[in-house]
């Protein structure tokens, strides 16, 4: 069996009409296996859009009020303790060669 004879190609819901399908499944005007059957698509395509609706609003409502969370830069973090600790191991040595060149200059 080709994919021309028996399956249908999945079909592209643009970001509004799945807006819709969400809006109308979960105010109750239509059921999931009714959506489905109207947008031509399978029951998991509403379910999977319901589940999405769920997590993206439980993460935006999880966020705390003001400025948008910026993303770390893990890389930049890292490299700045580096310039912290090799900062702290120069101002040691030089310590050292002062102490060294000082009791050199002594005999």
Do not use: C, H
């Amino acid at each position: 069996m080709t994919v021309s004879e028996g399956r249908r190609r999945p079909k592209k819901l643009s970001a509004e009409t799945k807006w819709e399908i969400y809006l109308q499944v979960a105010g109750g005007e239509i059921t999931q296996a009714d959506a489905a059957r109207k947008w031509g698509v399978d029951v998991s395509t509403i379910i999977s859009i319901r589940r999405t609706v769920k997590d993206a609003a439980l993460a935006a409502l999880a966020r705390k009020p003001g400025r948008p969370a910026t993303e770390r830069n893990w890389e930049l973090e890292a490299a700045r303790a580096e310039i912290g600790q090799l900062t702290e191991a120069i101002k040691v040595q030089a310590i050292e060669l002062a102490i060294v060149r000082g009791k050199s200059g002594w005999d």
